[in-house]
């Protein structure tokens, strides 16, 4: 049944529009039209054009009087005016009219019917509208039906470049989002994470000012009913900890935290590929089949198996499917009130616990720190370990200043008695090049032990350079492995790498502290530890 919508409204006059068309439909499309590929296993592989990742530069948020005072302004989130945004506007739809056919995805964000929004996506490539027909959270037949006027409307015009000459506009790349409009324009990139990280920065202003906790976050259920947040930057572990056989994925990126539980933003999931086996995944590798979207990979032009081992257009290759894709899933998507809330760091300077219990103050200092490193290698000009932060393990994602969530996740967590735990993932017994990364084996025993609760009843100790309550005893963990110093040969090179890092979260925090509260101020490591 052909479901009509009237895109007149937004100046939109094409004569062919395909309103959330079945994946066969769009593949027919993509394949005739954008010179799609289906691959072995059953995926359309497409080439998102010369950008293969965000352009957060390019990111721009319009300036008016209602939200202005909730934003925080800065490196990440510029200011365009509403003359801009509506020049953009016009050009995106412009471009739009062009074309002889475009979609439109008429879905939500979030899973709970309370809180929810409706989001329309108009775009004019037919990988696009699959991709976001994947990350929505998909509407039943008689809800897309009753869908009526959506709260956010996302044109995509990516294929078309922007004007830099316009104020504000930086180069030919263009994404910015107009809240009092309920609007958000793409030009000059079809990166499809764009429209996903879109989505998500408006949730992340939305949802704080009702209260509710936004969180870029992976999250599993055990059989108790349990729930576990997992938050990280790349490489700390996030989706390798939350994807558990014996415990239910609820999501593996974006939540929100409500007065009823956890609830997943998405309808689907966005790995990366690089370097995916069978072996090492199985439970994405098998999801990587009809229905799926391969963003950016190489194939075998004879036998069309994917080599996910190539990097030739990005390291930033991607797979977009349904989270029904994977086998062990919670559906619907939504949880009970966190038991257990774990920060994951990879700290390359071999000097944090792999395990500390963080006091409420700690969890928001540490929430807004966002720390992990990276290690020799890994780009260019990296020859030791570099400490990264990145506020609430998502800054580019988000609107308000970092103490809001970080306050929000505070409240909530004394509210319903969650534990927060900091778990390294990093190095032990010296620094990346001199010690060895922590066994997966004993990382793992330390989530058992979480999940289980005996970590919680273990006795602990205070680290003297950072502050953190350190368990002592662990099942299945070496107690010297417990206790960073204990691993070091070398005492004092210990001390004086635990200061430099002590001294780098200061540093850090230091662009927070102006709207930080005493209490979160000094949950960081006493400063003695300088």
């Not at 994977?326 to 944090?352: Q, R």
């Not at 289980?452 to 502050?467: N, Y």
């Amino acid at each position: 049944m052909r479901r009509e919508v009237d895109l007149s409204p937004y100046g939109i006059f094409v004569s062919r529009v395909h309103r959330n068309p079945s994946p066969a439909q769009l593949y027919e499309d993509a394949i005739l039209r954008e010179n799609a590929a289906v691959t072995s296993s059953g995926a359309l592989m497409n080439s998102s054009g010369a950008k293969t990742g965000r352009s957060p530069k390019d990111k721009r948020i319009v300036d008016n009087p209602e939200s202005t005072g909730d934003i925080w302004w800065g490196p990440v989130n510029q200011k365009i005016s509403d003359d801009s945004f509506l020049y953009n506007r016009r050009r995106a739809i412009d471009y739009l009219n062009t074309r002889d056919l475009i979609y439109v995805i008429d879905a939500y964000a979030g899973w709970d019917k309370e809180n929810r929004i409706k989001v329309r996506v108009i775009c004019a490539r037919a990988y696009h509208a699959l991709f976001m027909s994947n990350m929505l959270v998909r509407p039943t037949p008689e809800e897309l039906l009753h869908f009526g006027k959506p709260d956010y409307v996302i044109f995509n015009a990516g294929q078309f470049p922007a004007d830099p000459s316009v104020e504000s506009v930086s180069s030919t790349t263009s994404v910015a989002l107009n809240f009092e409009r309920g609007e958000f324009v793409i030009l000059g990139t079809e990166y499809a994470g764009e429209m996903k990280k879109g989505v998500f920065t408006i949730m992340n202003y939305l949802m704080p000012k009702k209260g509710i906790l936004s969180m870029h976050c992976s999250a599993n259920e055990g059989a108790a009913g349990d729930v576990s947040l997992f938050f990280g930057l790349s490489g700390t572990g996030k989706t390798t900890l939350s994807t558990e056989p014996n415990r239910k994925l609820i999501g593996d990126d974006e939540h929100y935290w409500t007065d009823h539980g956890i609830v997943n933003i998405e309808g689907g999931c966005y790995a990366k590929c690089i370097n995916l086996s069978k072996e090492s995944e199985p439970e994405i590798f098998n999801a990587i089949r009809f229905g799926t979207v391969l963003e950016n990979t190489v194939f075998d032009d004879k036998t069309r198996l994917v080599d996910f081992y190539d990097s030739s257009l990005t390291e930033n290759t991607r797979a977009s499917y349904p989270i029904e894709f994977i086998e062990n899933i919670k559906k619907p998507s939504v949880g009970n009130h966190p038991s257990n809330i774990i920060l994951l760091t990879c700290d390359a300077f071999g000097v944090l616990p792999p395990v500390s219990l963080l006091s409420p103050e700690q969890a928001m200092y540490h929430y807004i720190s966002g720390y992990t490193a990276k290690v020799a290698g890994t780009e260019v000009g990296i020859v030791e370990p570099q400490a990264t932060f990145s506020a609430c393990f998502g800054a580019a994602f988000l609107v308000w200043h970092p103490t809001k969530y970080a306050e929000l996740l505070a409240e909530k967590i004394k509210k319903y008695g969650s534990h927060a735990w900091l778990v390294n993932t990093g190095w032990c017994g010296g620094k990346y090049g001199v010690g060895k990364r922590l066994s997966i084996r004993h990382t793992r025993a330390i989530i058992d032990a979480i999940h289980s609760g005996e970590l919680a009843k273990a006795p602990t100790v205070v680290d003297p350079i950072f502050g953190l309550r350190v368990p002592t005893v662990c099942l299945n963990v070496p107690p010297a492995v417990l206790i960073p110093e204990n691993a070091w040969d070398d005492k004092e090179e210990y001390e004086k790498t635990a200061r430099k890092l002590a001294g780098l979260f200061h540093e850090n925090f230091a662009k927070y502290a102006d709207q930080a509260s005493d209490a979160i101020k000094n949950a960081g490591p006493p400063r003695a530890a300088e």
